[in-house]
């Protein structure tokens, strides 16, 4: 057994969102997080000016109303001390911390095919064991210096941007080099420039900035805002970027160039990147619209900036705005006014080299006491691919994105089961509100996560031809827009040799929020479930007690009686598990059938009921009768509060298939004309019933019968193969039914062994199954007929049937008629009532 659910990589906004998510789910979990605190890249991004460019009131998260209400920002845009106080005092708040493990890189993960679990090793040499693998390293984590000849021989020190020293640096009276000009360098390079001697800003790509206004947060705005929080942030996360914005909706290029003009610059004066790109539907899919906006941004620097010839130098004009991360500030500027602050153009005239003084370029030499890199980061793939994370086979993560990453929905790689990332590529993820997008993906990982468990799968795994398409998607909705244009980390431009591919979803937030819960609904579509290994739970005490009941009775197995023997001793079996609850009335009454009168029973627990159901009792076509099923049936019919009729079909071997299929067919179209009147129908059964009603399913499709609000199979006999893994788990005479049990039912129901492949007999083996009612399927680990439920279930996934599939970890077969007996039985009845009342009440 693992010794965790979910090992986390990373404690930033993903990996503590996740910590509390999970453990509220009740799976256990650790995050391992390299930093000495918490904050991911609020942790390690703590340069002098580093500020959020998303506001705060968008930029936190949503899941707990109260810490909402009880958090106040102090600005509009938050600066990083403020933002790694906010996610100290949310661990604080949940108690998150003894879940999570500073100091600790996780260095390898490798997946284990026969434990069907992770061992997660760490770099203090440490590996613990874990089902599910959650990265939440982070897009931007692993920041890269750019190898600079001499570097190593410079005399003063040098700085990364995300390596900032935790003690701050005293640039006052030094000659400063700074190179890197995108979101982080126009950050730094104000507050470097405030206190050096000098500040020379080494640029090899101008970019496009707007202003933050940043401002303190206004108590009575606050107020007012937070009145409506929950509305807005329902708004956020059907929004396009994560954040509800109002654009004018309409194309820049439809509108008349003055008002144009003076929207952009209504917006300008606001403030935020996010709602002036939004202002106009075509800025960032029409170039001639995004020329107008950009040739807006430029004016705005050559307004700014004193010198002609700097301004020029920072007018940028090779690539469309938009299409790289679009900076924010308020000062960056306006700096390069002052008399301390120059422009290098390294475009033109390249770096070659370091040497202990300074900066060599191709023609000029810049004496310099220390270096500031803001050179960015090996972005999206970059953190995780530090990870020596194999999948199935051994294989490296990093081999299988050497073309480039990918996941299916952003969220789970082929190849790589149980492993998820957050905010992975194929994502929105940096093209949107992180925050939002990661609420989204860690609770839709913890339901994925709780639904494999609840239904007793031990893997969940991408399918290869569902992430080849999720993929193609992703990037045929790129290229219908400027993105690819640009030389960007997006496309991982900024790598040496890093493969060029665009691996962010543009299809917004909302709609790919949707997407994902359609995969969840139709019982993760695009996702393999396998239950290579068997729960490891063992059968429950009330379940071991009728068991070793039945065991203490040492009869002789029902193959070496005569068949009226063995439905004598069901009878006998019957009444130990007594009276069914009261219904308002039970009639008997005669089915016209193909072949004779078929006897049936009517229960109906209130006057009128808004739905019938069709019950076909277990047995193995073999014993059982309506009475010997008297109790669970009327418990399902209170519990579902339709009418339900109960089927005495022909027993085998006296009456051989299709006798029980005919009997269970004609039921069923009785049952619709004379009884349901209008009403919605649901067919239900429990193992050999189980195989009638799933029979009855078919036949009522094929032959244009009766329409079906439901079928309802409690661990159903779906196929004639008896060779299946848990045929051989659960074959031990202890069990109520084992394989040699089967067989004998078979060779009374279906004597030719031949005519078993019917799929009126072997529904499993029906070509097609698309057009069947949905499916709710109750299946027990400790059962031989396990398996060929599960199948059951995934075949009709595969043709788009809904299915609900409840699997209960610690029972046996036969289970769901042990009402009174089995607290199991009772619940396992109950919810399948509940759902038979939902699908009748519609
Ligand atoms: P970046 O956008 O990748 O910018 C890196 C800068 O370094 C670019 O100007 C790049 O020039 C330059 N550079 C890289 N390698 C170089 C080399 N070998 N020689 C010369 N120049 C080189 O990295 P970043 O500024 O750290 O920002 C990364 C992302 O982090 C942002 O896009 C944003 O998503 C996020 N961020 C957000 C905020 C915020 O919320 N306000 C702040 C900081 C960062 P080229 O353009 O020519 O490649």
């Excluded at 082929?414 to 509100?433: E, K, Q, R």
């Excluded at 929020?513 to 996702?527: I, L, S």
């Amino acid at each position: 057994m693992a010794d965790l659910d979910v090992a986390v990589a990373g404690a930033g906004f993903a990996g503590i969102y996740a910590v509390h998510a999970f453990r509220s789910a009740g799976l256990t979990v650790r995050a391992f997080e390299a930093g000495s605190g918490i904050g991911g890249t609020w942790f390690w991004n703590r340069y002098p000016g580093a500020r959020c460019d998303v506001e705060s009131k968008d930029y936190s998260y949503s899941f707990s109303p109260e810490l909402e209400q009880d958090w106040s920002w102090s600005e509009r845009y938050p600066a990083q001390p403020e933002v790694l106080r906010y996610l100290n005092h949310v661990a604080d708040r949940f108690g998150l911390w003894p879940d999570i493990q500073l100091n600790t890189r996780v260095a390898a993960a490798s997946w284990d095919t026969d434990q069907a679990e992770w061992t997660v090793t760490t770099d203090d040499g440490a590996s613990v064991t874990a089902r599910f693998f959650v990265s939440a390293v982070g897009c931007l984590s692993a920041y890269q210096v750019p190898s600079l000849p001499g570097l190593e021989t410079f005399a003063g020190p040098w700085y990364h941007t995300s390596r900032w020293p935790a003690d701050g640096v005293d640039f006052t009276g030094l000659r400063v080099g700074l190179i890197g000009t995108g979101s982080t360098g126009i950050q730094v390079a104000p507050e470097v420039a405030a206190v050096a001697e000098h500040l020379y800003v080494f640029q090899r790509t101008a970019n496009f900035a707007v202003p933050n206004r940043n401002r303190a947060t206004d108590p009575a705005w606050e107020a007012a805002f937070k009145a409506d929080y929950r509305s807005y942030r329902k708004k956020a996360q059907g929004s396009f970027l994560g954040v509800p914005l109002t654009g004018t909706g309409r194309p820049a290029l439809a509108e008349p160039p003055a008002e144009v003009q003076q929207a952009l610059m209504e917006r300008w004066q606001a403030g935020g990147g996010m709602p002036f790109l939004g202002a106009y539907t075509d800025v960032l899919v029409d170039r001639d619209a995004n020329d107008i906006v950009a040739e807006f941004m430029r004016d705005r620097i050559r307004e700014t900036v004193a010198d002609p010839a700097v301004a020029e130098l920072l007018l940028p004009r090779s690539y469309p705005v938009g299409s790289k991360r679009l900076c924010q500030s308020d000062d960056y500027f306006a700096m390069f006014n002052r008399p301390n602050v120059t422009l290098v153009d390294i475009r033109s005239a390249p770096l070659t080299s370091v040497s202990a003084r300074g900066l060599h370029t191709a023609d000029a030499f810049y004496e310099l006491d220390a270096l500031v890199f803001a050179t960015g980061f090996d972005a999206i793939s970059g953190a995780l691919n530090q990870i020596d994370v194999r999948g199935v086979g051994g294989v490296p993560l990093a081999e299988t994105w050497a073309a480039g990453p990918r996941a299916y929905l952003g969220v789970a790689p082929a190849g790589f089961p149980n492993m998820f990332i957050v905010t992975g590529p194929g994502s929105p993820s940096v093209l949107s509100n992180m925050v939002v997008s990661i609420e989204q993906h860690v609770e839709w990982i913890r339901d994925c996560v709780l639904y494999a468990g609840a239904h007793g799968y031990a893997t969940v795994q991408a399918k290869p031809s569902a992430e080849d398409a999720w993929m193609a998607h992703v990037t045929e909705v790129a290229y219908a827009t400027l993105f690819p244009l640009a030389d960007s980390w997006y496309v991982g431009a900024n790598i040496p040799g890093k493969p060029r591919v665009f691996t962010c979803y543009l299809g917004g937030v909302g709609p790919y929020r949707a997407r994902c819960d359609e995969v969840a609904a139709a019982g993760y579509e695009g996702f393999a479930l396998d239950r290579r290994l068997a729960m490891s739970s063992s059968i429950h005490p009330q379940a071991q007690l009728i068991l070793d009941g039945i065991a203490a009775a040492g009869g002789p197995p029902f193959w070496e009686l005569t068949p009226e023997q063995a439905r004598a001793i069901v009878t006998a079996n019957s009444e130990h598990i007594g009276a069914g609850p009261d219904v308002a009335s039970v009639r008997d009454v005669v089915i016209p059938g193909q072949a004779g009168g078929i006897p049936a029973r009517v229960y109906s627990p209130v006057p009128s009921a808004p739905g019938v159901v069709v019950y076909y009792h277990g047995g193995g076509w073999v014993v059982g009768s309506v009475n010997d099923w008297d109790a669970s049936v009327r418990a399902l019919a209170v519990a579902s509060g339709c009418d339900v009729v109960s089927v005495d079909y022909r027993l085998a071997p006296e009456h051989a298939f299709p006798a029980a299929a005919d009997d269970a067919y004609d039921a069923l179209v009785w049952a619709a004309g004379e009884l349901a009147n209008g009403r919605p129908v649901v067919v239900a059964g429990d193992s050999a019933g189980g195989n009638l009603a799933a029979v009855t399913a078919l036949r009522a499709r094929d032959l244009d019968g009766p329409a079906l609000a439901l079928q309802v199979l409690a661990y159903p006999v779906t196929d004639c193969d008896l060779d299946r893994k848990s045929y051989h788990e659960y074959d031990g005479t202890e069990f109520l039914v084992n394989r040699r049990d089967m067989a004998w039912y078979w060779d009374c129901y279906v004597p030719d062994p031949a005519a078993r492949v019917n799929p009126y007999a072997s529904p499993l083996r029906a070509p097609d199954m698309t057009g069947l009612p949905p499916l709710y399927l109750v299946t027990d680990e400790h059962d031989p007929l396990r398996d060929e439920g599960f199948e059951y279930a995934d075949r009709m996934r595969a043709a788009r049937v809904p299915v609900e599939h409840r699997h209960y970890g610690s029972q046996i077969h036969g289970f769901f008629t042990f009402v009174n007996l089995l607290d199991d039985a009772d619940k396992a009845v109950s919810e399948a009532g509940a759902t038979i009342r939902a699908v009748v009440k519609g």
